[in-house]
């Protein structure tokens, strides 16, 4: 997982799929770009690809590319609900050994806070249903199964987990804890907003949009509740084909399911609770999550993307 060395950038984190730099004013490059930007970062979008918890190999190639860009659509579609942190992904600012997966973007003060919105019962949600009847406190109607519709979009937050840990699902309560109460039911609005504009323009494109997770912050030159990170991609949120919905069982979807089923099938060999790292991806599993990444950009933007 080592990230590239970038002229005018000094390389400051990792995570499971993101390179974050800063600028480096001991060069003429770094200089310039704090002297134009302000206080930025450069986010670079890898192809590194992540399941279970662990960081995998090989990556899907072109993923770093439909992440950036496909971000960069949706903050278009989303500017007048809520400001973006994105400031240029145009060399020179970014440098053209990332181009197409980076973006120069105003640092924020992050909330530590995910703040997701469900439309359809699925996943950690449905789980926590199925035990509770409930998920993050919000009660739901009785007979729901994999793939319902909510009678409503909810915010369902979550805490934000170390590298290889779990988010945890937690309620609004805790959030206000948190943050206070008007802060808390500011964010839960603008993420239903959020949710709300682009379940309608997927649902238009044949896509069903069933849940996504969001990252907001402050941007302290504005004061404003700031929209960051990477927003509405296969990695963030389920992108289902809506022609192939059908409650009661588990979805075909626009991400990296492959690559779950393959690591969980006994082909693989691989011990989800054992100690060992999962072995190394199969080229057609490589393959077939690549083509549902592009394929997911051209449903979205009616864009094909070439990577």
Not at 84 to 93: L, M, R
């Amino acid at each position: 997982m080592t990230a590239p060395t970038l002229p005018g950038w000094t390389h400051t984190y990792s995570g499971k799929v993101r390179d974050l730099y800063v600028p480096d004013t001991t060069q003429e490059a770094g200089t310039a770009v704090a002297e134009e930007h302000g206080d930025v970062v450069l986010v670079v979008a890898s192809d590194r690809v992540s399941a279970f918890d662990h960081v995998l190999s090989p990556g899907i190639p072109g993923k770093g590319v439909v992440l950036t860009r496909l971000s960069l659509w949706w903050f278009d579609q989303l500017a007048d609900l809520v400001p973006n942190h994105v400031v240029t992904a145009e060399a020179p600012a970014v440098p053209e050994a990332v181009l197409g997966r980076g973006m120069v973007c105003r640092r924020l003060q992050m909330f530590p806070v995910e703040c997701v919105a469900r439309g359809y019962l699925t996943g950690s949600g449905l789980a926590e249903y199925r035990a509770t009847g409930e998920v993050t406190g919000i009660a739901l109607p009785a007979g729901l199964v994999d793939g319902s519709r909510l009678p409503e979009p909810v915010f369902t937050p979550a805490t934000k987990a170390e590298l290889g840990e779990h988010d945890e699902n937690v309620s609004l309560d805790v959030v206000a804890g948190q943050l206070g109460r008007a802060r808390a039911e500011e964010l839960r609005d603008l993420t239903l907003a959020v949710y709300v504009r682009a379940e309608g323009i997927a649902r238009e494109r044949g896509v069903i949009l069933a849940d996504t997770k969001l990252e907001f912050g402050v941007d302290p030159a504005t004061g404003a509740v700031t929209l960051g990170d990477e927003v509405l991609t296969p990695d963030s949120s389920r992108f289902w084909p809506a022609d192939g919905w059908e409650p009661g069982r588990a979805q075909p979807s626009f991400d990296k399911q492959f690559v779950r089923d393959w690591l969980a099938s006994a082909e693989s060999g691989w011990d989800r609770a054992g100690d060992a790292e999962p072995p190394a991806l199969p080229a057609d599993v490589v393959e077939r999550t690549r083509a549902r990444y592009l394929e997911a950009y051209e449903r979205l933007t009616g864009t094909p993307l070439t990577v």
